[in-house]
């Protein structure tokens, strides 16, 4: 069987237009007052299926064919998750995991052992503000307190003094650009599995 990339709808809350306005907010007044856009680096991880099946929470695709689609899945592909960060002057990763589903010990390692030294020998790794999603591995307690440890009051996410709202994808460019763009191309050629 086939399978099509699909394009993604997100429904907005009632409350999530007030956490949007107050977060859009408060980056302005640190655009304006400490230039944080300079020193954001956005982060998030995106499953990518062999059939072309693309995860709707975290990704969209601005595609050239209707969004009022219905696709057929099959269930359980092959798939591998792959986490991004992003600066404004620098793309970190990818890195893949392993493991078919990210735990908060995979995620924690991942960025102790991958992303750490990346932002140490880029030398930022005491200016960068480090922004995650609100994904449950992001919000391990080991997770949080290696953030708190690492970027005292320099992370954006739940758990964090800066929270950054749920259903927010156009606020960051990772959910915005490149998870479609890239999926988008690895998902252009259509692959089968073979049964044994």
């Not at 595609?63 to 057929?72: K, Q």
């Not at 992003?86 to 102790?112: D, H, R």
């Not at 750490?116 to 080991?142: K, N, R």
Request: proline fraction near 6%; include cysteine; charged fraction near 20%.
């Amino acid at each position: 069987m086939h399978c099509e990339p699909q394009c993604a709808r997100v429904k907005l809350d009632v409350e999530d237009y007030a956490a949007r306005r107050a977060m859009c907010y408060d980056v302005m007044q640190d655009v304006n007052n400490k230039n944080i856009i300079q020193h954001i680096l956005f982060s998030n991880e995106a499953t990518f299926h062999i059939c072309g099946k693309v995860n709707k929470d975290n990704c969209r695709i601005w595609g050239n064919e209707s969004p009022h689609v219905i696709y057929e899945w099959q269930r359980d592909t092959p798939k591998v998750n792959v986490c991004l960060g992003l600066t404004k002057a620098t793309l970190y990763g990818p890195f893949m995991f392993a493991e078919g589903t990210i735990t908060g010990n995979t995620y924690l390692g991942m960025l102790t052992d991958f992303l750490e030294p990346q932002l140490e020998q880029g030398g930022i790794v005491y200016s960068v503000v480090f922004q995650h999603d609100a994904a449950p591995p992001d919000f391990a307690l080991t997770v949080r307190a290696y953030l708190n440890q690492r970027f005292p009051n320099g992370w954006i996410g739940r758990g964090s003094s800066r929270v950054w709202p749920l259903r927010s994808p156009d606020l960051t460019p990772l959910d915005f650009f490149a998870w479609g763009f890239i999926k988008a191309k690895v998902c252009k050629r259509k692959y089968e599995t073979q049964r044994t």
